[in-house]
């Protein structure tokens, strides 16, 4: 029997910005690759904080940067004072301590939910915005009093689709009034000294005239394996067992933030750095409402973003066909077609994909276009390539980068010679323009990255193409792309083994990228793409 404590309430406090001056502490290695992810594919033949400080946060509307609404857009942040303190300490056996949010985003002045389990007596939440401030990367936005410690009991299996949830009573809410839109690593800090991220958009209501970055929860949550199965495999580690729908009612697995900390934070970092004018939503989200692609000059998908809805898609591509950029820094997006079904007292917190079993999907004889398996495949295939240009390969790959149009305007600056290489940025999966596969347009491919994968020759491409409306649209096709730009630093472990070089290019490159999408349509201040796929491929 296990007693249910009620939730407490704790107020936004703001923190003074340089609370402190820590030098960053050695990151733990981490394979962000996500091995053990599943063999070879091939395109279908048919296609520390103390007790808190007691402050509160000025008025929004008279801090710099805030909207007439009060609420304070991402480039107020940019040179804010930061903390260095907002990486982990250990974070000690898994049970150790360990929490989730009852929503995976929010708007400026909405309460969440934490729900955390620990074997301490106590804990505490703080709570760090990511951005530039000054190169230490995050500030200290609020932080909880001390809050008591409960062990709560095991997860649950639901049988039918062996999704886990654990269906922990809320241990506090957190008021998120003055809080700025942007991307936020709760930190859980028990009072032993383990500690464990529980990650967390402020999301954008308005994105008009801004870069919209949009974070991948539903593949995050693909790939979790907290409390035994993820989408990838069971308990027993074995394909057949995988859960097929996947809950957000409980924790991620490892530091608990371990996708957005390799494929998305280097990013918000640089974006926020160039001081384009951004916006934050999440896939989840923009299935939801597309209200914040709405005007947006442009639409960054972050480094692995694999799990979309249907609503997703069609919202993303009826902002590129009305003028809004789309820039997809990844491989593999838009590569499973998944559905949200509802969770622990709320919706949209399950996420539904059977893949390889779809014909056991209830919907595979009713509503074809909903069933959940890879876009390319029946009942209604429908390939990722008519979006984002590329077609998805094949894992797990290791290669040189490879420029092919060194004069495009995206390597402006970079000193790039056509045929020049940049070591294992290819990896660890891949994207290539495929012949005969639906595409938008003509397209310009401006890297072609020789590999060979699963024992096959092939190549990985960066292409580019406009549309009618003058949205400009990359895919780089490499899934290492983010990572890239730490490259050589060590924050990620061994980086693959790509270095500072590397790291330079991929940033001039993405800074290119960034600045002239923030523009508004590619095609009316940049060249348009030159069709190059027949000489490429020889077709």
């Not at 998120?176 to 402020?202: C, F, K, M, N, S």
């Not at 020049?420 to 012949?435: I, K, M, S």
Request: glycine letters at 12%; one cysteine or more; charged letters at 20%.
């Amino acid at each position: 029997m296990y007693r249910t404590y009620p939730a407490q309430t704790y107020p936004a406090q703001t923190l003074p910005g340089g609370d402190v001056a820590l030098e960053p502490g050695p990151t733990p290695a981490r394979d962000g690759s996500g091995l053990g992810r599943r063999s070879f594919l091939t395109v279908c033949a048919g296609l520390g904080l103390g007790t808190a400080a007691a402050c509160t946060a000025a008025p929004p509307h008279t801090r710099p940067g805030a909207s007439p609404g009060g609420r304070l857009r991402p480039e107020s942040e940019r040179d804010a004072p930061g903390t260095a303190d907002w990486r982990l300490g250990s974070t000690g056996p898994a049970d150790a301590v360990a929490g989730y949010a009852d929503r995976v985003s929010v708007t400026p002045g909405e309460t969440l939910a934490l729900h955390v389990s620990t074997t301490a007596a106590s804990f505490r939440v703080s709570a760090f915005r990511v951005g530039w401030y000054g190169g230490r990367q995050a500030r200290r936005i609020w932080a909880s009093r001390r809050i008591p410690g409960r062990a709560r009991p095991a997860p649950r299996v639901l049988p039918a689709t062996r999704t886990v949830r654990a269906d922990w009573p809320a241990a506090l809410t957190v008021d998120t009034t003055g809080w700025p839109e942007g991307a936020y690593l709760l930190r859980l800090e028990a009072d032993t000294g383990h500690q464990r991220y529980v990650p967390l958009i402020v999301r954008s209501t308005e994105g008009a005239g801004r870069t919209v970055l949009l974070h991948a929860p539903a593949t995050w949550q693909a790939y979790n394996r907290w409390g035994g199965s993820s989408l990838y495999a069971g308990a027993s580690g074995a394909y057949a067992t995988r859960s097929l729908a996947v809950s957000f009612d409980r924790p991620y697995d490892a530091d608990g933030a371990e996708k957005f900390l390799v494929y998305e934070r280097a990013l918000v970092v640089l974006a926020e750095r160039l001081g384009v004018p951004l916006a934050y939503s999440t896939g989840i989200d923009v299935h939801r409402d597309p209200g914040v692609l709405r005007g947006a000059h442009a639409v960054v998908c972050l480094g692995h973003d694999e799990y979309w809805t249907p609503e997703q898609r069609a919202h993303v591509t009826a902002a590129r066909d009305a003028g809004t950029n789309i820039a997809f820094l990844g491989a593999n997006t838009c590569f499973r077609r998944i559905r949200l079904a509802a969770g622990d007292g709320a919706d949209d917190r399950t996420v539904v994909c059977y893949k390889s079993d779809c014909r056991a999907d209830p919907l595979y004889g009713s509503r074809p276009a909903l069933v959940t398996t890879d876009y390319r495949l029946p009942p209604a295939p429908d390939p990722e390539s008519s979006l984002t240009g590329v077609l998805y390969e094949g894992y797990p790959v290791d290669a040189p980068y490879a420029v092919r149009a060194a004069d495009h305007w995206l390597y402006e600056g970079t000193g790039v010679r056509s045929g020049e290489g940049f070591a294992h940025l290819v990896g660890v999966e891949y994207d290539r323009v495929t012949p005969g596969a639906p595409t938008p347009g003509p397209l310009e491919i401006t890297a072609h990255s020789p590999l060979v994968c699963g024992g096959r020759p092939s190549h990985s491409d960066s292409a580019y193409y406009t549309t009618a409306a003058g949205s400009g649209v990359f895919a780089t096709g490499t899934m290492r792309w983010v990572e890239g730009l730490v490259a050589g630093t060590g924050v990620l472990g061994g980086d693959h083994g790509m270095d500072g070089r590397t790291r330079d290019f991929v940033t001039r490159t993405t800074e290119n990228l960034l600045r002239t999408f923030a523009r508004g349509p590619a095609a009316r201040h940049a060249p348009r793409p030159r069709a190059n796929v027949r000489a490429v491929y020889d077709t």
